[in-house]
């Protein structure tokens, strides 16, 4: 892989002198007779001029010396495009996880949800730092634009946006009295309702109402256990209020008020492979649920006793509904401009609060209760609990003292967020008419965030009293509890000068300081797994046992802040966190621009991620460093005739401390720890071509090829394969515990999507009084993916494709449409997800695949008055 730079280098020398051999032929087309182009200019369409404010300022996509993709709100009815995954199919380099709720830019993105960690991608409402993705997946009907930033943002975006930066920008209050509604009916019983009111209340002040709401009452993917079916099925509402104010000839304020709630079903993965169904797969602190298929006085809900996920992976079947809400979620944001002679005085602010509950099963099974067999007759077995002999030998020596354990292994995952958060931003930035402009800025970050992790199994009557400790009625087997305040605090400055009528000079530095502080809880209990407590040897006299004290970790480690403590009431373990991160980032950039229909531009870019905590563990090391991204782009954005358009984009980026997240045995249990791997690279090529041959055509197409490797990162454990013996593995230095480390060099980075293809057509037909129809098909394909940084069968996704077909109609004075699609119409499964589990019985890896939604349909109704 090290000999892939000099010919991506050279790839990306071709495409440019492409460019120009293309400019200079259009230039003696241009300049010579008149051409057949020439003659049938009034039947071409031309290209749309898209305005972006990307670079903290209004411009023309094509004059951005950055490479962004924007989707207006009439671009995505075309293309019916209605959430981050959808956008991630058209834009080159971007990928999202549903599943999971992470996006990544290139590679580089969130590699865990964990309390104290950072996305790698910033999301943005309106300019404002949005720490969750819900904005960007927001109505069309609501939003006018959606800007997606590739690379390193670390000047003007900075927190956060070392793999680049999402901004949505609402539709704002209208100049004249307005009304719209929409309405739309799908498959699987789906109906979404919006409208909106917006207009003038005074000459200098204008306010907006907007609400929707959507119920889907039918899944999609099967419960064979008899359960409801799940995925896609919710209902939600959203009511946002905005108000914008002309206070002075120079002076102008925007508010934004909204608010939604939510109620999901919202499984989003299921198991690939068989069940373990050894008595205790590894990592368990409780019974083996699959176990139970081949055991005596078995209950099940419905009859199926293996995984049919295996032979469809749209069937599941468990005895645990996957219920999630959002509740108490609201948002303030505010906009203050105010336009001096020759400067411009911005100050953004905003705040958002919300809390997210998700409650499913988490053993993948339909078993509510079997007999657990007792151990042959051993008088030497060594049970504590019996008085030493097992079970079985003082049922015969002695009498029924004791008899076979009934297990119900009913484990649930019972998941918190409870978050707020609030930014302030004040800029000041040139606006005369000059060779210079600059911007200068501060910035004010604050983020108060409980995450909860719950793994239940409250069923099982002795975890809800467990020796050694207090009473458990939570039903816990293990109790994770973070509770972290993030402060984020910045500088920053960036100047373009032109320093001839072509050619700009760029350069920007910003410094960043993280503070984060916080506890974290901890309580672990096992039931049956621990030698002379076994669930074999004691039968129904079995204690749970407390471990907790014997699970933390009471070593000094850098982010560690208190001694250990355990609450004697709740049994939880307690630790406090502290830590403090700084860096300075910055981005140097040349832009030529030898015609107005060329533009070029050579980017050097410095990005940063605030190193974090791994809470909720009271693990050995639960600190992370900060994570640095060096960034070279070379780009190209050129307009070869009014019709048709080429932007294309090369990169190398070289990672220092990538922070990535693995799963470790301490002290007995599984935890994940975020490591900093020394060094990796990444680089790649992405392509955007828009294309309009006739005044009824048009061709949009998207292409990305992306490489990334391990350059050094040693030694890791894989959970999936710990004694590293699956195909690919590469075993380092000696075993220990059982567990065989592994070097990771070569290894892809996870999420880095080797190719990627998109294709957009449509076809505008004019039916005159009766308004106008246009057609629309889409293609997507994205190519085989690891999802782990352990690049194994069992991270990575097959390739799949997706076509849609959409068809909108409009009534000549545009108050009226009707759109109707078809998405995925061909019902292909995709994948945007994948993570492997050590399987003791059969020996394996069992996959858990993370879904896309399978074909939908619909038609919808707006109306405006």
């Not at 057609?775 to 097959?798: A, C, K």
Request: some cysteine; overall charge negative.
């Amino acid at each position: 892989m090290r000999q892939r730079s000099p010919r991506l280098v050279a790839a990306s020398l071709t495409v440019l002198a492409a460019f120009n051999g293309a400019a200079m032929a259009q230039e003696e087309t241009d300049t010579g007779a008149t051409t057949a182009e020439d003659q049938e200019e009034d039947s071409v369409r031309k290209l749309d001029e898209v305005m972006v404010t990307s670079v903290k300022r209004e411009q023309s996509l094509q004059d951005v010396p950055v490479a962004v993709t924007a989707f207006t709100a009439d671009l995505r009815q075309e293309l019916a495009l209605d959430s981050l995954g959808d956008f991630a199919r058209f834009t080159p380099g971007l990928a999202f996880s549903a599943g999971d709720d992470r996006v990544f830019i290139r590679g580089v993105g969130r590699q865990t949800n964990t309390n104290g960690s950072d996305p790698g991608v910033a999301t943005y409402s309106d300019g404002l730092y949005d720490a969750s993705t819900r904005a960007v997946s927001k109505s069309d009907f609501f939003v006018e634009r959606v800007e997606v930033l590739r690379g390193p943002q670390g000047t003007l975006y900075g927190r956060n946006s070392i793999g680049g930066a999402i901004n949505v920008i609402s539709k704002r209050p209208t100049d004249t009295f307005t009304s719209e509604a929409r309405v739309e009916l799908a498959n699987y019983d789906t109906v979404t309702a919006e409208t909106a009111i917006s207009g003038p209340i005074t000459d200098r002040v204008r306010a907006k109402l907007g609400l929707s709401y959507a119920n889907q009452d039918e899944g999609y993917f099967e419960n064979v256990a008899g359960g409801p079916n799940e995925a896609g099925d919710l209902k939600t509402s959203y009511i946002e209020f905005q108000l914008e104010a002309d206070l002075a000839d120079n002076f102008s304020v925007w508010i934004k008020a909204d608010t939604t709630e939510g109620d999901f079903l919202n499984r989003t993965t299921n198991l690939a492979g068989p069940y373990d169904v050894s008595p205790f797969p590894t990592g368990y602190l409780t019974p083996g649920p699959a176990f139970g298929y081949s055991q005596a006085n078995l209950f099940l809900a419905g009859d199926a006793t293996s995984n049919p996920g295996e032979n469809d992976i749209r069937k599941f079947n468990v005895n645990t509904t996957t219920h999630s809400t959002l509740d108490d979620d609201f948002g303030f944001s505010a906009i203050a401009t105010w336009n001096l002679e020759n400067v411009d005085i911005k100050y953004l602010g905003g705040y958002r609060t919300y809390f997210y509950n998700s409650f499913r099963d988490d053993d993948d099974t339909n078993v509510l209760s079997y007999s657990f067999p007792l151990d042959p007759a051993n008088p030497a077995a060594g049970e504590v609990f019996t008085g030493g002999p097992n079970c079985a030998f003082l049922q015969v020596a002695v009498g029924p003292i004791c008899t076979p354990a009934t297990v119900f292994p009913q484990r649930t995952f019972d998941y918190t967020e409870d978050k707020e958060f609030w930014s302030h931003e004040l800029t000041a930035q040139s606006s005369g008419d000059s060779d210079l402009w600059w911007i200068l800025g501060a910035y004010l970050y604050e983020e108060n965030f409980l995450q909860e992790s719950h793994f239940g199994n409250a069923a099982q009557p002795e975890i809800l009293a467990p020796v050694g400790g207090p009473a458990n009625p939570s039903g816990d087997y293990v109790t994770a509890i973070s509770d972290i305040n993030t402060k984020s605090y910045a500088l920053f400055a960036q100047a373009d000068y032109s320093i001839t009528d072509t050619l700009t000079l760029t350069g920007g530095l910003r410094y960043s300081m993280d503070e984060k502080e916080g506890s974290e809880f901890l309580r672990v209990i096992a039931y049956g797994v621990i030698p002379g407590f076994t669930l074999g040897g004691s039968g129904n006299l079995t204690p749970a046992l407390d471990l907790t004290s014997s699970t933390v970790s009471n070593s000094d480690a850098p982010g560690v802040a208190s001694l250990v403590t355990i609450d004697p009431v709740t049994g939880l373990a307690q630790r406090d966190l502290s830590g403090e991160w700084d860096a300075v980032s910055g981005t140097a950039a040349i832009q030529w621009q030898p015609d107005a229909s060329s533009n070029y531009f050579l980017r050097y870019s410095r990005g940063y991620k605030s190193g974090g905590f791994n809470a909720g563990g009271i693990s050995q090391f639960p600190q992370t460093n900060e994570e640095l991204l060096d960034a070279i782009e070379i780009g190209a954005k050129k307009s070869f005739s009014e019709t048709f358009q080429l932007n294309a984009t090369a990169y190398l980026y070289a990672y220092d401390g990538l922070q990535v997240p693995l799963d470790v045995q301490e002290n007995g249990i599984q935890l994940t720890r975020f490591f900093n791997l020394e060094d990796s690279r990444a680089q790649g090529i992405e392509l955007e071509a828009n294309w309009t041959p006739t005044d009824a055509l048009r061709v949009l197409a998207t292409y990305a090829y992306n490489d990334s490797e391990v350059r050094e990162a040693c030694c890791f454990v894989d959970v999936a394969d710990p004694l590293a013996q699956q195909p690919g593995a590469q075993p380092s230095g000696p075993a220990s515990g059982g567990n065989q480390p592994q070097d990771l060099k070569g290894e892809m980075l996870p999420r880095t999507i080797p190719n990627k293809f998109g294709l957009n057509v449509s076809y505008d037909i004019p039916l005159g009084a009766n308004g106008d129809v246009t057609l629309s098909g889409n293609y997507s394909w994205l190519d085989e993916t690891y999802h782990g940084v352990f690049n194994r069968s069992y991270t990575q996704t097959p390739a799949y494709d997706q076509v849609d077909l959409v068809g909108l109609w409009r009534n000549p004075d545009d108050t009226l449409q009707v759109l109707a699609y078809v998405k995925n119409v061909f019902d292909e499964q995709g994948f945007d997800g994948a993570t492997g589990t050590f399987r003791v019985q059969p020996a394996g890896v069992s996959q858990t695949l993370y879904l896309t939604p399978p074909r939908t349909y619909g038609v919808q109704l707006q109306m405006k008055f």
